[in-house]
């Protein structure tokens, strides 16, 4: 998993609430266990007309918002059912952070464990992060794990708060086989005792 420390980068401003994970990455899409290529299917159901052209009035489609890494979104964000095609989606698109008030339960657990930071923020600190993003290209914020800060274009800084043990993981880039590698040499000298004490086995 890619370490996640500081990212800079444009936010692009969903204004909706209770953004379900079939939103995020409709059912169709859902046939693969691979974590890449399913950026094109992000918002499928919004970034394209059925005749499989490009909505201009989707967010994501439009040019200064096209290469965003933040997103900023409404309440409840990631509600739904739990697949984990919602996080591989953001991320193979390019989005390495989702800030919101809040987010469904499994979305939110499953976001740490493939590398995209979930951030908490108040209303009010959401609403000047909307209003960050709605600036186009200008919309640049700066995420800082280490600190625990947003910093937006005009200097503003929003401070968030993030469980110690997720926040090492994010910065270390480990996921949950990452946890278990980080202890392989325990492992192995587990596996020697059980072998000479039980040869059998």
């Not at 209770?18 to 169709?28: A, E, G, R, S, Y």
């Not at 591989?88 to 989702?98: E, T």
């Not at 947003?150 to 993981?169: A, L, T």
Request: charged letters at 30%; aromatic letters at 8%.
């Amino acid at each position: 998993m890619e370490k996640f420390t500081v990212l800079e980068g444009v936010a692009a401003p969903l204004r909706m609430i209770n953004v379900d994970t079939d939103m995020i990455i409709p059912k169709n899409y859902l046939k693969t266990i691979k974590r890449t290529g399913l950026g094109k299917g992000l918002f499928a159901e919004k970034r394209f007309r059925e005749d499989g052209s490009e909505d201009p009035d989707f967010v994501l489609n439009k040019p200064a918002y096209r290469n965003a890494k933040i997103l900023i979104a409404g309440d409840n964000f990631g509600c739904g059912s739990s697949r984990e095609h919602a996080p591989w989606a953001l991320l193979d698109f390019g989005i390495r952070c989702v800030i919101s008030t809040s987010f469904g339960d499994i979305f939110y657990n499953n976001c740490f464990k493939n590398g995209i930071l979930p951030i908490r923020v108040s209303p009010e600190e959401l609403e000047k992060l909307f209003d960050d993003a709605e600036r186009g290209a200008n919309a640049t914020l700066t995420i800082d794990l280490e600190k625990q800060e947003i910093r937006g274009p005009d200097g503003g800084v929003i401070k968030f708060d993030i469980d110690p043990h997720r926040k090492h993981c994010l910065l270390n880039g480990l996921d949950d086989i990452g946890l278990t590698m980080v202890k392989a040499d325990k492992i192995e000298s587990y596996e020697k005792r059980v072998k000479a004490a039980r040869p059998w086995l």
